[in-house]
């Protein structure tokens, strides 16, 4: 059914999992809907290094409920937490992209809240930080 009170904008979200992605901001429910956005599973498509400009541009959004594929949706909290921890991460290899994988990892840990979800779990930090690295490289 259309309502036309509803807003449905759409953009582009190329990046860490694909160049090819869409995002969905629903403005009225203040909800953005990224699919596989937020997923490295390091194709060749994929970009780690996205993932930050990603984040700031949901982040500008002032979501207050994300929806990352493959799961249930999330709070704004929930969301704030990524964010710092993506911003940390990135300032981290940043500072020293000659550190080794385990020397970030030790330094800035996988929080335990986020590791709890299918985005963000202690596999796929392990392997963007590599990414990040390699991409730095």
Not at 75 to 91: I, K, N, S, T, W
């Amino acid at each position: 059914r259309h309502d036309p009170a509803i807003t449905v904008e759409l953009f582009p979200r190329d990046g860490v999992h694909s160049d090819d992605g869409i995002g969905v901001w629903l403005p009225e429910a203040r909800a953005v809907f990224l699919g596989d956005a937020f997923y490295y599973q390091g194709t060749s498509e994929g970009r780690a290094g996205r993932l930050l400009e990603l984040v700031e541009r949901v982040d500008a959004l002032g979501a207050e409920v994300f929806a990352p594929g493959h799961e249930r949706e999330h709070d704004a909290e929930a969301f704030a937490r990524l964010r710092d921890h993506v911003r940390g991460l990135f300032a981290a290899v940043e500072a020293d992209a000659d550190q080794d994988v385990e020397a970030i990892q030790a330094a800035f840990p996988l929080p335990k809240a986020l590791a709890r979800t299918t985005f963000l779990d202690a596999k796929t930090h392990r392997r963007l930080i590599q990414a990040l690295l390699r991409e730095r490289g």
